[in-house]
């Protein structure tokens, strides 16, 4: 079955970046996605990718996929105390249409 | 133009009890899909709902139901509350004639069950 795992937590510096990763085990994902979920919110979708590219680049955000390990990761650029939030990567499977969600990393960034 | 909306944010209630959540879809949006968020966990993967019709379902029991009405607004159902179903209920919603069309998410309505 599906299963996607991240990392719990996450601490950088204001201005550093960030590398939030995932690894997911299904090999029919065709999409993949990352979702950021601030305090007491829903969840806001940042940027996703199809799974026959390698990267996507969206301002200060930089997705990185490799398919072959079925790895993928959410760089932020010049982190601001803003981005603190919980990240969640997500997949989506050939002839699917719901989300498979990991259990979210949750990004402190420190002054 | 207006996001996904679910109502109410806050709900509270005690086992046994049945209750009813609302979405209204993002504009242009046809299709609905509702998860659960345990505390801590990621989203898990309830229904959805396109042309008022169940469409795929997620490993859930059956006290769980939803109906889709003509302007694409949504309900989720929930009966027979038991304390597990405590979390919060995210609302998305697609274009699903559009390849890959991402979903997007309401705010979500949290229910306590006491």
């Known amino acids: 079955g599906e299963d996607v795992e991240q990392s719990l937590f996450l601490s950088v510096r204001e201005g550093d970046s960030s590398v939030i990763n995932c690894t997911y085990t299904?090999?029919?994902?065709?999409?993949l996605y990352w979702y950021k979920q601030e305090p007491g919110a829903g969840l806001q979708l940042l940027t996703y990718i199809f799974s026959n590219m390698d990267m996507k680049q969206d301002q200060r955000l930089t997705v990185l996929l490799n398919k072959k390990d079925k790895h993928l990761s959410l760089r932020i650029a010049d982190t601001q105390t803003g981005d603190s939030a919980i990240y969640f990567c997500?997949?989506?499977?050939?002839?699917?249409?719901?989300?498979?969600f990991g259990t979210g990393t949750r990004l402190t960034v420190i002054p | 133009d207006a996001g996904v909306t679910q109502s109410p944010t806050h709900l509270i209630k005690t086992r046994g009890q049945q209750v009813t959540l609302r979405c209204s879809p993002k504009?242009?949006?046809?299709?609905v899909s509702w998860y659960q968020q345990a505390l801590g966990q990621g989203p898990q993967f309830i229904f959805q709902y396109y042309e008022e019709e169940e469409r795929q379902r997620g490993n859930f029991p059956d006290r769980f139901s939803g109906h889709q009405f003509p302007n694409y607004s949504s309900e989720l159902n929930v009966n027979a509350l038991l304390l597990g179903d405590s979390a919060l209920y995210l609302c998305?919603?697609?274009?699903?004639?559009?390849?890959?069309?991402?979903?997007?998410f309401g705010d979500g309505t949290r229910l306590s069950i006491l």
């Open positions: 504009s242009g949006h046809d299709t």
């Open positions: 997500a997949e989506k499977e050939t002839g699917a249409n719901n989300l498979f």
């Open positions: 998305a919603s697609s274009q699903r004639n559009w390849y890959n069309q991402p979903q997007h």
């Open positions: 299904d090999s029919s994902s065709t999409y």
